[in-house]
């Protein structure tokens, strides 16, 4: 059963960074596709950024790309968002995302039934 478990959120302050981390486990991790989401009160769900390394691709939402940077450690079963010059917009829950297959539609990496994690909440001051 894949299981995927999140931390490293917290509250900061404008232009101040966090590293998110999940952790997977219940599955071959490399063989997967792995994405970061992230939802705002009263707002959808959205993609942030996913890694598909059987492409050596990575994409990201136009609002963090020069911002974030998603990152995996094979050897960790551990995938990675570090998070830099923070705005208070960037304020959500943090979700972990994996799925067996995925797809790229212009450059951007979607999953295919993905599997979540349990969230980690990110809070911004100005």
């Known amino acids: 059963q894949v299981q995927l478990v999140e931390s490293g959120g917290g509250s900061v302050q404008a232009g101040g960074s966090l590293r998110l981390s999940c952790v997977a486990s219940g599955y071959t991790y490399s063989r997967y596709c792995m994405f970061w989401f992230r939802q705002a009160p009263g707002k959808k769900r959205e993609e942030v950024a996913g890694?598909?390394?059987?492409?050596?691709?990575?994409s990201y939402a136009d609002s963090v790309k020069g911002r974030f940077t998603i990152s995996q450690d094979n050897a960790k079963n551990t995938l990675y968002l570090q998070m830099n010059s923070l705005k208070p917009e960037d304020t959500a829950m943090y979700y972990c995302a994996t799925s067996p297959v995925c797809t790229v539609v212009n450059g951007i990496v979607e999953p295919i039934g993905p599997n979540w994690g349990q969230g980690t909440q990110v809070t911004v001051s100005s």
């Open positions: 890694i598909y390394s059987g492409g050596g691709i990575t």
